[in-house]
């Protein structure tokens, strides 16, 4: 993850923290604090973010970069359980995409 990059998501995940503690905001029903535990980047574009609760409980968040656009920028969710085994089926299938794809990068592909 370059610098810029990082610090645009440390900056991003304290806004979250601040907006996500908001005791009046909308489905926080136990009127919980956020404060960030732990930043864990993945790959260069992606990070966990563990926030810890004043309950004592945790959070995970998935922070992902868009790099063009008109969205670009840190954007996040907070995946279920379902989601993440959804991500892990993917995978497979953006695997076998990426082999396709392989061939058409050459000329004889066309032929």
Known sequence: MNKTVAQELEAYVSD??????????????????????????????TATVIFEKN???QAAFFFYYLSKGWLKGWRYFVPTDSHILGMQSFNN???????????????????
């Open 16 to 45: 979250v923290a601040e907006r996500y503690s908001r005791t009046d905001r909308e489905q926080n029903f136990n009127k919980e604090t956020f404060v960030v535990k732990e930043i864990i980047p993945m790959t260069d574009m």
């Open 93 to 111: 299938y953006k695997l076998k995409v990426e082999n396709n794809n392989y061939k058409h990068n050459f000329d004889y592909a066309n032929s």
């Open 55 to 57: 309950t004592g409980k």
